[in-house]
């Protein structure tokens, strides 16, 4: 089993006929031990399937992509004892998912919640894709008590919460294994809290799950800011426009951390021509190509903040 630069983010792919010790090695630690699922082909005799897992603060963040796997909770996988809740999301196409004696059909972006303590399991196929959040069960009951009450059913309504639970999951399966422990706790919490608001709590709980709400969208919201550093265009219209919420709620957000959008904006810009600058690769590009592919289309305004906020010109960085 690969670890990708994380010991609890795991990436691991397998092509090939279900035996042989390459087979076993991955079905045992990667999908029995991590994944808690047997694996199985989907589509004709053979297994073609890429597993994504990232563990943090109790969760598994599954993403499995391929042509080819049948993931079940068969009877024998059950002798582990796991009574975790599993959420399906659907990702493109219809996902059959199956759960103790029901089946029910997921269109792209539904949601289903499963219980990992019954028969149960999902297909995998070109033509339909899924992820899948792993929450220990005591961990879903104490934020959403009748949490049992929606198992096994097809969960699309509050599409702003579906919405903010995929972009959510993969804001964390890539980057929460690469925080630091608390942080992975926090965006743990954070994910349950949502789960929590998609299945419905009671009016005290749903407080302390709108608090973690709130807390997913500003992190989403610094998270398109970086990603897009190099947009001329970029604002806090088009970043609280895809946010789903206002402007000028999306700019108290900001304040609320100690900084405006518009101080976060610039110092994630100026942070990222700092790394452009020591990056070894980038010696023979102008500093002001730096600067424009950071968002700076000022060079003089560029040079100017740079040098109050790092002490230096952007030159003598790269010399020293």
Not at 176 to 188: E, I, K, N, R, S
Not at 260 to 278: I, M
Request: neutral net charge; hydrophobic residues 40%; proline residues 4%.
């Amino acid at each position: 089993m690969q670890q990708a630069s994380a010991p609890n983010f795991f990436v691991n792919t397998y092509t090939g006929a279900p035996h042989g010790r390459d087979y076993e090695r991955w079905r045992e630690e990667l999908c029995r031990c991590t994944f808690k699922t047997d694996i199985q082909p989907g589509d004709g005799g053979s297994i073609d399937c890429k597993l994504q897992i990232s563990l943090l603060g109790g969760l598994a963040l599954v993403v499995p992509s391929g042509s080819s796997a049948e993931f079940s909770r068969t009877r024998e996988i059950l002798n582990d004892g796991c009574d975790d809740m599993m959420l399906g999301i659907a990702t493109s196409g219809r996902v059959l998912v199956r759960h103790d004696e029901q089946s029910i059909e997921l269109s792209e972006s539904q949601m289903g919640l499963g219980d990992m303590s019954v028969p149960g399991g999902a297909r995998l196929n070109n033509e339909c894709r899924f992820k899948t959040i792993r929450i220990p069960r005591s961990l879903l009951l104490s934020i959403c008590p009748k949490a049992e009450d929606r198992l096994g059913l097809v969960l699309g309504g509050q599409a702003p919460i579906r919405e903010a639970i995929v972009r959510y999951h993969a804001l964390a399966a890539n980057l929460g294994p690469h925080t630091d422990v608390v942080g992975q706790h926090l965006m743990a919490q954070h994910m349950v809290d949502l789960v929590a608001l998609l299945l419905g709590t009671d009016a005290d709980r749903t407080e302390l799950a709108n608090k973690g709400h709130s807390a997913v969208r500003l992190e989403l919201m610094r998270a398109d800011v970086i990603a897009n550093l190099s947009r001329g265009d970029l604002t806090i219209y088009s970043v609280a426009q895809k946010a789903g919420v206002s402007p000028r709620h999306a700019q108290r957000m900001f304040e609320q951390t100690g900084s405006t959008f518009t101080e976060f904006l610039l110092e994630q810009r100026l942070l990222l021509v700092r790394k452009l600058l020591l990056d070894p690769l980038n010696r023979w590009r102008k500093v002001s190509d730096l600067a424009h592919s950071a968002g700076f289309p000022d060079v003089s305004y560029f040079n100017r903040v740079f040098r109050r906020r790092f002490g230096v010109t952007p030159s003598d960085m790269r010399g020293a």
